[in-house]
């Protein structure tokens, strides 16, 4: 069985920073994407970065560049996201996913086919 486990969130001030952790379990596909996405209250989930397993690029939102980092530990199958300089419009529900099978990069959440529980990220101004 796939898992995502998500971990990391919490309250910060504006300025600050947190490392969310994605752990997978069972998760032994050749092609795919893993992307961070987040979705705030009333709002459409948005991706934030991704990483191809095809190029090993990441890639990221224009409005999380520059202050986001997203890293991955193979040995530990474990996904990272370093975010820096948070904003309280960074405040959201961070998931990560993953869509097998895809070369490319997306942010189309409906094609992603496993994803975790979440975690709350919420900064104060």
């Known amino acids: 069985e796939v898992q995502f486990v998500e971990s990391g969130g919490g309250l910060v001030q504006a300025g600050g920073s947190l490392r969310l952790s994605c752990a997978t379990h069972g998760f032994t596909f050749d092609d795919y994407t893993i992307a961070w996405f987040r979705q705030a209250p009333g709002k459409e989930r948005e991706g934030v970065s991704c990483?191809?397993?095809?190029?090993?690029?990441?890639y990221y939102a224009d409005s999380v560049k520059g202050r986001f980092t997203m890293s991955s530990d193979n040995a530990k199958s474990t996904y990272y996201l370093q975010m820096n300089s948070l904003k309280p419009e960074d405040t959201a529900i961070y998931f990560c996913?993953?869509?097998?099978?895809?070369?490319?990069?997306?942010?189309?959440?409906?094609?992603?086919?496993?994803w975790g529980q979440g975690t709350q990220v919420t900064v104060s101004s």
């Open positions: 990483i191809s397993s095809t190029d090993g690029r990441t």
């Open positions: 996913g993953a869509e097998v099978g895809s070369p490319v990069c997306s942010y189309y959440y409906p094609q992603y086919h496993y």
